[in-house]
């Protein structure tokens, strides 16, 4: 019976010569399966499966067995050709196994046995290295290690042989790299809580959960949760993941939905948003109740394995519709988001396993993490031409491109100031076009509107650079004339006045001619205030249109300053 159970043992499979493994080998090619639908399965009634060669080759070295609630059995004889015992370390690329018990069996007896996994708390492992791991001593001969795999999450078990030497060296990597990754997102993370408390702008706080959401998950499915935060706790550990998980869908969406300004370039979309976070918000809740683990890990990973196709369809929507920031989204979200598929359908196992696939989502969020921190600074830039745009837009008159009312006080006033200062005298013109409510009556304002702009053009012709022209009013223009006394004023004005009066404005098939009326005023001791200048050149333009419109005229004596503002004063009453 010996003998038979012995041959049926070496029938079955080829063993690994310990001595061809220099390093670390991924060892799911030389294993044997048995997948266990009833679960209920004992080790005894496993190695009695195995023995009567009921276990059968793992399949082009599978490693991820996906969403099951069936067990996984698998074998592997390892031989030790050597004289000396060697020790080596078994170890899971996966953090998140409910059970992973370890049977080292020789000649049909069980001589060492450890049953690792999440069912037991991390503060409770014999080996705390942050994925499973299990060591053992190979004496010289052949070795079964025979394996009890189980998880509600997907059954992922990439299982390498490695040696103490390497399984430390490449933490020490792996440290280096968490380091650098959790370091680098949380420099991001404070720089986008800042600038979202700042700004107040909502794309960076939904980048900021997306991104902590991301870290989470990331420290819950690396075991760096499990080892660190939560070492006592095996009911964080079962749900920290796939809670975080959800966090980075829904986050995820919400910040893709301000990034792309939806309400904006897809108001569509933006105006059911509420019901999508809804409806994301319900479905996660549904899912959580049922308490169903296996149910509620596999809708998440089919949602991250779609964020990619949902980043892209909006990004190039919204591009589409004229949102320049998507030339930063879309390549930024093709890695994220992209990143986060291959893993998930690695997982999932519906590509085969490698190490580089199954972490592509952390690289794929480190180089989407570089391209959106340049969007957002690119952001920042636009926000300010915007604002600086703002600014101009509020000291410019739209149509006519000058100086408006109050932008000409405040380029006037240090002009003003100065010249007080070095007493010397500064005038004014305030001109008026006349009939203009005739040309709008009879050609229709957009002929105003050309000759409006006719006129600016024109008076921008005839000012110094010192000067300051502005548009007044309605079809009033004011020009400030710093060191002028008031005969330079009249003569300008004068000239300005023939060069409208010969002005030609075409529009519409329509020639259309137009005079204006002047008011000169120049400053004088009496005040110091800008605003009684304006007043003097007022009264003046008002005795210009009186006399018969097409004129330029001053004021003379303090007895028609009196007289000038008791007509204002009825005009205005009118
Ligand atoms: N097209 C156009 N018209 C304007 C604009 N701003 C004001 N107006 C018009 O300018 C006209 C001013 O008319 P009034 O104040 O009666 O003056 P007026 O017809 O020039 O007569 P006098 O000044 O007495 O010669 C009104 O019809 C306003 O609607 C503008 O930006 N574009």
């Not at 031989?79 to 170890?91: E, M, P, Q, T």
């Not at 190490?355 to 480190?366: A, C, K, N, P, Q």
């Not at 409510?437 to 110094?464: M, P, S, W």
Request: one cysteine or more; glycine letters at 6%; hydrophobic letters at 45%.
């Amino acid at each position: 019976m010996f003998f038979l159970l012995f041959y049926s043992l070496l029938a079955t499979s080829k063993p690994l010569e310990l001595s061809t493994i220099s390093d670390e080998l991924l060892i799911n090619e030389q294993l044997n399966i048995l997948q266990d639908p009833s679960a209920n399965l004992s080790f005894e009634h496993a190695l009695d499966q195995y023995n009567t060669g009921k276990f059968t080759k793992n399949a082009n070295g599978k490693a991820s067995f996906g969403f099951t609630h069936d067990v996984i059995w698998a074998s592997v004889l390892i031989n030790n050709s050597s004289v000396k015992s060697i020790k080596k370390v078994l170890y899971l690329d996966s953090a998140w196994l409910d059970s992973a018990d370890f049977y080292f069996i020789r000649q049909n007896e069980v001589v060492e046995k450890a049953f690792i996994g999440d069912t037991i708390p991390f503060s409770a492992r014999k080996n705390p290295t942050r994925m499973l791991s299990q060591q053992y001593t190979f004496k010289t001969g052949t070795t079964q290690v025979l394996m009890r795999f189980e998880s509600k999450d997907p059954l992922l078990i990439p299982l390498f042989l490695s040696s103490e030497e390497v399984i430390q060296s490449n933490l020490i990597a792996s440290s280096y790299f968490y380091g650098f990754l959790y370091g680098a997102f949380f420099i991001l993370l404070v720089y986008n809580i800042a600038l979202s408390i700042s700004l107040k702008n909502s794309s960076y706080i939904y980048y900021s959960l997306y991104l902590l959401s991301f870290l989470s998950f990331n420290i819950a499915y690396t075991g760096h949760g499990f080892k660190f935060i939560w070492p006592s706790s095996v009911l964080v550990q079962q749900w920290a993941m796939i809670f975080f998980l959800y966090c980075y869908f829904i986050f995820g969406i919400a910040f893709c939905f301000e990034f792309l300004k939806l309400k904006l370039f897809l108001p569509k979309i933006y105006n059911v948003k509420k019901w999508i976070y809804a409806g994301l918000i319900a479905l996660a809740g549904t899912l959580f109740l049922s308490g169903e683990q296996l149910l509620i890990t596999k809708v998440a990973i089919i949602l991250t394995s779609f964020l990619v196709i949902i980043f892209l369809s909006l990004g190039f929507l919204a591009l589409k519709n004229g949102h320049e920031m998507v030339k930063f989204f879309i390549p930024a979200a093709f890695m994220g988001a992209g990143g986060a598929a291959i893993s998930a359908v690695t997982t999932w196992g519906y590509i085969p396993y490698n190490t580089l696939l199954f972490h592509s989502i952390e690289v794929g969020m480190l180089i989407e993490m570089s391209i959106l921190a340049l969007a957002l600074a690119f952001n920042l830039k636009e926000m300010d031409n915007a604002r600086i745009i703002a600014e101009v837009n509020a000291q410019v008159d739209y149509l006519t491109q000058l100086y408006n009312r109050r932008a000409f006080t405040d380029v006037t006033m240090p002009q003003w100031h100065l010249g007080i200062r070095e007493k010397k005298n500064s005038s004014l013109i305030l001109l008026d076009i006349d009939f203009f409510k005739k040309i709008n009556d009879d050609y229709g304002h957009a002929a105003g509107d050309e000759v409006l702009k006719g006129i600016a053009f024109t008076l921008k012709q005839k000012i110094r650079k010192s000067d300051v022209l502005a548009r007044w009013g309605g079809e009033e223009f004011i020009i400030f004339l710093p060191s002028t006394n008031k005969a330079a004023a009249i003569k300008l004005a004068n000239v300005m006045r023939k060069k409208i009066e010969k002005m030609l404005i075409l529009h519409d098939g329509n020639s259309l001619k137009i005079t204006a009326s002047f008011g000169v005023a120049e400053s004088n001791e009496r005040s110091n205030k800008l605003e009684d200048l304006i007043k003097l050149a007022d009264i003046a333009l008002y005795k210009a249109k009186n006399s018969g419109r097409n004129r330029v005229c001053d004021i003379q004596e303090t007895t028609e300053v009196k007289a000038g503002q008791e007509e204002n004063n009825i005009h205005s009453l009118r």
